[in-house]
C-alpha cells in the first residue's frame, strides 16, 4: 500500500508537472502568434508602401511621355519659326529656355524615377526577408502547437509507460528543434 502511494503520488507530480508544461507551452504559442500578427502587419504593410510607389512611378512615367510630347511639339515649333527667324528671335528664345526648362524637368524627373526605383528594390528585398522571417514563425508555431499536443495526450493517458515514452520523445524532439534554431540563426543574414 505505501508503494502504491508513492507511486501515485508521483504520478500526480508528473501530472502536475506536465500541466504545467503544457501552460507554458501554450503561452509560448500565444505569444508566437502575437509575434507572427505583427510580422503580417508589417508585411501587409509594405506591400502597400510598395504598391503606392509604383503608382508614383507610373504616374511619373506618365509626366515624362507627357514631357516628352511636348519636348517634341516645340522643337516642331522652333523648326517652323527659324524660317521667320528674324521677326520671331525674342519669341524663339523663350521657347528655346521653355525647351531647356523641360528637359531639365525631364531629366530630374527620370533622376526621381533611379531613386524611387532603387527604394522599391530596396523594399522587396526587405520584403522577402520579412516573408522568410514568416515562415520560419509559421514552421516554430507548427512544432509548438505539436508538443503541445503531446503533452496534452500526455497528461490524459493512464499509462506510465507511455508517458515515459512520450517525456522522452518531448525531448528528443527539444532537443533536434533546438539544434534546428541554432542552425536558422546562424544561416540568417544579419
Given at each position: 500500500y505505501e508503494?502504491?502511494?508513492?507511486?501515485?503520488?508521483?504520478?500526480?507530480?508528473?501530472?502536475?508537472?506536465l500541466e504545467m508544461q503544457a501552460e507554458n507551452m501554450e503561452l509560448e504559442v500565444k505569444n508566437r502568434e502575437a509575434d507572427l500578427q505583427a510580422v503580417k502587419a508589417k508585411c501587409d504593410h509594405s506591400d502597400q508602401y510598395i504598391e503606392?510607389?509604383?503608382?508614383?512611378?507610373?504616374?511619373?512615367?506618365t509626366q515624362i511621355i507627357s514631357l516628352n510630347a511636348k519636348v517634341e511639339m516645340l522643337t516642331a515649333d522652333l523648326a517652323e519659326n527659324r524660317i521667320a527667324r528674324d521677326s520671331?528671335?525674342?519669341?524663339?528664345?523663350?521657347?528655346n529656355a521653355l525647351a531647356v526648362k523641360l528637359n531639365t524637368d525631364k531629366v530630374e524627373l527620370l533622376h526621381k524615377i533611379g531613386e524611387q526605383n532603387s527604394e522599391v528594390e530596396k523594399l522587396h528585398t526587405e520584403l522577402t526577408?520579412?516573408?522568410q522571417e514568416l515562415l520560419a514563425?509559421?514552421?516554430?508555431?507548427?512544432?509548438?502547437?505539436?508538443?503541445?499536443?503531446?503533452?496534452?495526450?500526455?497528461?490524459?493517458?493512464?499509462?506510465?509507460?507511455?508517458?515515459e515514452t512520450v517525456i522522452k520523445e518531448i525531448r528528443k524532439e527539444q532537443h533536434i528543434g533546438i539544434s534546428e534554431e541554432g542552425q536558422i540563426e546562424a544561416d540568417s543574414p544579419k
Amino acid at each position: 500500500y505505501e508503494q502504491l502511494s508513492r507511486d501515485l503520488h508521483k504520478v500526480e507530480t508528473i501530472n502536475r508537472n506536465l500541466e504545467m508544461q503544457a501552460e507554458n507551452m501554450e503561452l509560448e504559442v500565444k505569444n508566437r502568434e502575437a509575434d507572427l500578427q505583427a510580422v503580417k502587419a508589417k508585411c501587409d504593410h509594405s506591400d502597400q508602401y510598395i504598391e503606392n510607389m509604383l503608382q508614383q512611378n507610373d504616374h511619373l512615367k506618365t509626366q515624362i511621355i507627357s514631357l516628352n510630347a511636348k519636348v517634341e511639339m516645340l522643337t516642331a515649333d522652333l523648326a517652323e519659326n527659324r524660317i521667320a527667324r528674324d521677326s520671331v528671335l525674342d519669341d524663339l528664345n523663350g521657347v528655346n529656355a521653355l525647351a531647356v526648362k523641360l528637359n531639365t524637368d525631364k531629366v530630374e524627373l527620370l533622376h526621381k524615377i533611379g531613386e524611387q526605383n532603387s527604394e522599391v528594390e530596396k523594399l522587396h528585398t526587405e520584403l522577402t526577408a520579412l516573408k522568410q522571417e514568416l515562415l520560419a514563425a509559421l514552421s516554430s508555431i507548427e512544432d509548438e502547437r505539436h508538443r503541445s499536443k503531446t503533452l496534452e495526450k500526455l497528461v490524459t493517458e493512464s499509462s506510465s509507460e507511455a508517458r515515459e515514452t512520450v517525456i522522452k520523445e518531448i525531448r528528443k524532439e527539444q532537443h533536434i528543434g533546438i539544434s534546428e534554431e541554432g542552425q536558422i540563426e546562424a544561416d540568417s543574414p544579419k
